[in-house]
């Protein structure tokens, strides 16, 4: 079959890859009535009918076409978490950012190749809160199948299990009420957390179809594809009885981690080992919260998602056992994981860069600012009414409403949508992780559309540093179009003349998503290699809408292969 439409997504790619196939999908985005918790059915937004959403499989190398259909009442669009969608920039999908919303009744395609990756992905709605319900995985095998994997040994069989959360109420109203008035108290903590869509049975609930079950054989090695889709909550994960090994993280491979929890922010994925070498019987497979916000915001729920995995040739009525309970705020823990990752370092694969053309000192955090217009029901007492507000170098981001930053971009056009004033260092320089809480001027920020434009081929390194102003958390910091190296992480202020020294030049974990310790610092380093806008923000969806994010705006470089190309025919219209 002829695929003529297919040039515009850059897959001109294709052509030199062998035996490289085409992937293709349709996603009907639609309202799916369900009933969790033992509550009344409800209206959702799920794509094919499912939650989770239908997993895309692909190898490394093949070319992936999504034809989304709108059938929902909002506007809706898909990101593909993790792709680097070089040549096929108009893909990438966050509103605003790369394309206009797909309208309600109206289709786009995406296309995109998975050229140079192998590993666990996956996608979601990036546009208001709808990631809650539209998810789903995206994995790529080697292009040489199961017995081309790097480690050993090698698995018998593959299971995806996604994380996420659950509210037994709209989660579009949610978002609106919380933007209208400004006030992210307004959005409850999640009544359940989720295992690939279902809560489990420790929520008080004996309906039926409520736990999901994994069946294993005795001694045989099972490779855990982890994804936490959650909106705003990192995750401890474990199985009773049972030990991983990490063998990757965000699609990039790591060096064998021996553990008996992964700690998973979201936008995370981890690849893990598990034998079921526990005794025949049934097992809970757990997800609980990490809190990390110090002092603690809004409420988590302090409950457990569970599945069950079941042993073949036990009795699968006994009650599985539970794994003991990681305390919600056990940072050590969490950072023992997430800083103890190393990558594998494989013949031909990316290393990181050892000389640096752009270095930037990033602060990330909470804070205060104005009433927005549109916040109609935003508090307007006192002479200067402050909401809550997030920003990254004490700029608060702002999407465009009326061309996305991309088009702006590909038609020299920036004044539309954007400036390039994104600053490399804060405006004021403060003790970052000190109590400011009563300095109204450290906290206060204003909304803008900046961009940081780079050069192609230029390396950046990036510190991003935790702020007190409002408190101090785990940002999970991801960033579209690129994977970056994480050179150290730490607490504290970031200083540069201790820190150096301990950078991790020969084997430091690749990302696209870093848990930011709670009052600490990570700093990143990354090639920009792909031209396009490229947004950098918060995976904690209640933060992204208060602004902390920014954009990369990569030129050209020399060729037609390495430069934006011209926008698919059917890119949707503001």
Same mark, same amino acid.
């Given at each position: 079959?002829?695929?003529p439409w297919l040039l515009p997504f850059g897959l001109f790619f294709v052509a030199s890859v062998a035996q490289a196939a085409v992937v293709e999908h349709t996603f009907n985005v639609g309202n799916l009535s369900i009933s969790q918790l033992c509550q009344p059915a409800m209206i959702i937004t799920a794509v094919n009918g499912r939650l989770p959403g239908p997993t895309v499989e692909a190898r490394e190398g093949d070319t992936v076409v999504v034809h989304l259909v709108n059938e929902s009442p909002y506007n809706m669009t898909i990101h593909w978490h993790g792709v680097f969608q070089r040549g096929s920039p108009w893909a990438d999908g ?9 309208? /309600? ?36 095998? %080697? ?55 279902? /809560? !489990? ?23 855990? +594809? ?7 909550? %990192? ?43 526990? @005794? ?5 497979? @757990?997800?609980? %919260? ?22 073949? !040739? ?33 013949? !031909?694969?990316?290393?990181? /860069? ?97 961009? +940081? ?45 201790? @820190? ?75």
């Amino acid at each position: 079959m002829a695929w003529p439409w297919l040039l515009p997504f850059g897959l001109f790619f294709v052509a030199s890859v062998a035996q490289a196939a085409v992937v293709e999908h349709t996603f009907n985005v639609g309202n799916l009535s369900i009933s969790q918790l033992c509550q009344p059915a409800m209206i959702i937004t799920a794509v094919n009918g499912r939650l989770p959403g239908p997993t895309v499989e692909a190898r490394e190398g093949d070319t992936v076409v999504v034809h989304l259909v709108n059938e929902s009442p909002y506007n809706m669009t898909i990101h593909w978490h993790g792709v680097f969608q070089r040549g096929s920039p108009w893909a990438d999908g966050p509103a605003m950012v790369t394309q206009c919303p797909v309208k /309600p009744g109206a289709n786009y395609t995406y296309g995109f190749n998975v050229t140079d990756q192998e590993g666990t992905l996956w996608w979601h709605a990036h546009i208001s809160f709808l990631r809650a319900t539209v998810y789903g995985a995206l994995v790529i095998r %080697p292009r040489g199948g199961a017995g081309a994997y790097p480690f050993s040994p090698k698995p018998h069989r593959e299971e995806t299990v996604i994380l996420g959360e659950w509210w037994n109420a709209s989660v579009y109203d949610l978002q609106q009420q919380v933007f209208l008035t400004g006030d992210t108290m307004r959005m409850p903590p999640a009544n359940a957390y989720t295992i690939n869509g279902k /809560p !489990g049975d420790l929520y008080n609930c004996s309906a039926a179809n409520q736990t999901y079950k994994f069946r294993v054989r005795s001694n045989e090695t099972y490779l855990l +594809r982890i994804i936490n889709a959650a909106l705003n909550t %990192p995750m401890f994960f474990k199985v009773a009885n049972h030990t991983f090994t990490v063998v990757g993280a965000d699609a990039a491979y790591t060096t064998p981690y021996e553990t008996d929890v992964v700690v998973i922010a979201p936008g995370q994925t981890v690849d893990a080992l598990m034998v079921a070498g526990a @005794a025949v019987g049934r097992y809970y497979m @757990a997800a609980s %919260p990490y809190d990390s916000a110090i002092p603690q915001g809004p409420p988590f729920s302090m409950t457990n998602g569970t599945a069950i995995v079941e042993y073949a !040739g036990s009795a699968g009525e006994e009650k599985p056992q539970l794994p003991p309970r990681t305390e919600y705020n056990d940072t050590d823990t969490a950072f023992r994981f997430l800083s103890n990752l190393t990558a594998l370092v494989l013949p !031909g694969k990316p290393t990181v /860069p050892l000389s640096v053309d752009t270095r930037m000192f990033v602060t990330v955090g909470l804070g205060n600012g104005d009433c927005q217009p549109k916040q109609t029901q935003c508090n307007t007492t006192g002479t200067r009414p402050r909401i809550f507000s997030a920003s990254m170098n004490n700029a608060s981001f702002l999407l465009p409403d009326a061309v996305s930053m991309l088009q702006a971009h590909y038609y020299g056009d920036a004044s539309a949508a954007y400036t390039r004033d994104f600053p490399d260092r804060p405006p004021v320089i403060f003790d970052y992780t000190g109590d400011a809480s009563d300095n109204d001027t450290l906290k206060y920020t204003t909304k803008s559309t900046k961009v +940081r434009t780079l050069r192609y081929n230029e390396t950046v390194e990036m510190v991003l540093q935790n702020t007190l102003l409002i408190a101090k958390e785990s940002h999970p910091m991801h960033l579209h179009g690129f994977n970056f190296f994480v050179l150290a992480q730490g607490f504290g202020n970031y200083d540069e003349a201790a @820190a150096a020294p301990r950078f991790n030049l020969v084997n430091p974990q690749e990302r696209n998503t870093v848990a930011v310790p709670t009052g600490g610092w990570a700093v990143i380093r990354f090639v920009a290699n792909n031209p396009g806008m490229w947004f950098m923000h918060c995976h904690f969806d209640a933060h992204l809408d208060l602004g902390l994010a920014m954009v990369f705006e990569v030129q050209d470089g020399p060729t037609a292969e390495t430069s934006v190309p011209p926008p698919p025919l059917d890119l949707p219209q503001c």
